[in-house]
Antibody, heavy 121, light 108 residues
Framework: QLQLQESGPGLVKPSETLSLTCTVSGGSISSSSYYWGWIRQPPGKGLEWIGSIYYSGSTYYNPSLKSRVTISVDTSKNQFSLKLSSVTAADTAVYYC?????????????WGQGTLVTVSS | EIVLTQSPGTLSLSPGERATLSCRASQSVSSSYLAWYQQKPGQAPRLLIYGASSRATGIPDRFSGSGSGTDFTLTISRLEPEDFAVYYCQQYGSSPPTFGPGTKVDIK
């Protein structure tokens, strides 16, 4: 049973780069069966897809964030990562890693528990 | 991108009642590529329905999804105490995938 767990700093300064990692258990990140993705949710608001990656390294980004986002895979650690540059207060959110099913922009299952990242000086 | 609108914003019902939640898309969702999620406070969303009407593994049959094109519905036939939560729809037929703003189902 696939399980995902986010980790990373809970506080990031404005203009800096947000970095998060998602550790996968119960399955191989190198499996051709899975895609891997990031979704965020500002406090009290709705959900926004950030982007997805395949184990081969192919990436798919939301055009609204594309200029600031990098998603990568570390097969040796069974992890994938998110980097979001030049953050502002508007990037304060709970960040979830999740597995999009059947294609990089599919429905998402399962999800990690989420991690709150606050952008503040 | 496809914009999803959910109605009502809040639905106040009693346990045992039927809940009908609506999700409307700004343009047709190809191949009924629509999913529904349940989210409780402090928790991640949980997949309920994909492909507009297919229940995810372990989801009780009181949850059902229907619709096509631009209009989709999630129905909870008889509300259980654990069903009071926020429900989101998501389309994945067009890039980028997008989510609706959510419908909160609370206890009347």
């Amino acid at each position: 049973q696939l399980q995902l767990q986010e980790s990373g700093p809970g506080l990031v300064k404005p203009s800096e780069t947000l970095s998060l990692t998602c550790t996968v258990s119960g399955g191989s990140i190198s499996s051709s069966s899975y895609y891997w993705g990031w979704i965020r949710q500002p406090p009290g608001k709705g959900l926004e897809w950030i982007g997805s990656i395949y184990y081969s390294g192919s990436t798919y980004y939301n055009p609204s964030l594309k200029s600031r986002v990098t998603i990568s895979v570390d097969t040796s650690k069974n992890q994938f990562s998110l980097k979001l540059s030049s953050v502002t207060a508007a990037d304060t959110a709970v960040y979830y890693c999740a597995s999009p099913v059947s294609n990089p922009r599919g429905w998402f299952d399962p999800w990690g528990q989420g991690t709150l990242v606050t952008v503040s000086s | 991108e496809i914009v999803l609108t959910q109605s009502p914003g809040t639905l106040s019902l009693s346990p045992g009642e039927r809940a009908t939640l609506s999700c409307r898309a700004s343009q047709s969702v190809s191949s009924s590529y629509l999913a529904w999620y349940q989210q409780k406070p402090g928790q991640a969303p949980r997949l309920l329905i994909y492909g507009a009407s297919s229940r995810a593994t372990g989801i009780p049959d009181r949850f059902s999804g229907s619709g096509s094109g631009t209009d989709f519905t999630l129905t909870i036939s008889r509300l259980e105490p654990e069903d009071f939560a926020v429900y989101y729809c998501q389309q994945y037929g067009s890039s980028p995938p997008t989510f609706g703003p959510g419908t909160k189902v609370d206890i009347k």
